[in-house]
């Protein structure tokens, strides 16, 4: 994998989630529980795609789908900061620029000649330390 390729992975990742949370988005703050089924259904398909099955915190984000404005995801306007890759390992800071303007590491994993998102973490300003956020 290079990080061309990884880079890659993780903005079609991003544009999936930018446009699920852009869609569910004005219905959740309506009704939640109206269209929860809904947003599971499509929110499944993009994490079978992208985001392995023992990934930190899916089923988490699966069970309990939330969306937000902005949305974390949005790979027209955060930045990709920094990439590493490490034989089966590949991570991805990237620098939000809406709302908080939160900085997240994406670690994508290799199993099987497959690349997936294993776990996304949030650098806390206050001890500047990662912690396991939800995908």
Not at 21 to 44: H, R
Request: aromatic share 12%; with cysteine; glycine share 2%.
């Amino acid at each position: 994998m290079t990080e061309q390729e990884i880079s890659l992975l993780y903005r079609k990742f991003s544009s999936e989630m930018k446009e699920w949370n852009d869609k569910f988005y004005p219905l959740m703050k309506e009704n939640a529980a109206s269209v929860m089924d809904q947003a599971i259904g499509e929110l499944s398909p993009i994490f079978d795609t992208y985001v392995w099955e023992d990934a930190k915190r899916r089923n988490e984000r699966l069970n309990k789908p939330s969306t937000h404005k902005p949305c974390d995801y949005d790979p027209e306007s955060n930045t990709i900061e920094d990439i590493e890759l490490s034989g089966s390992k590949a991570t991805i800071r990237i620098q939000t620029h809406a709302g908080f303007r939160d900085t997240f590491r994406y670690t994508f994993t290799n199993k099987n000649e497959c690349w997936k998102l294993y776990k996304r973490e949030i650098l806390d300003d206050e001890s500047n330390k990662w912690k396991i956020h939800h995908i």
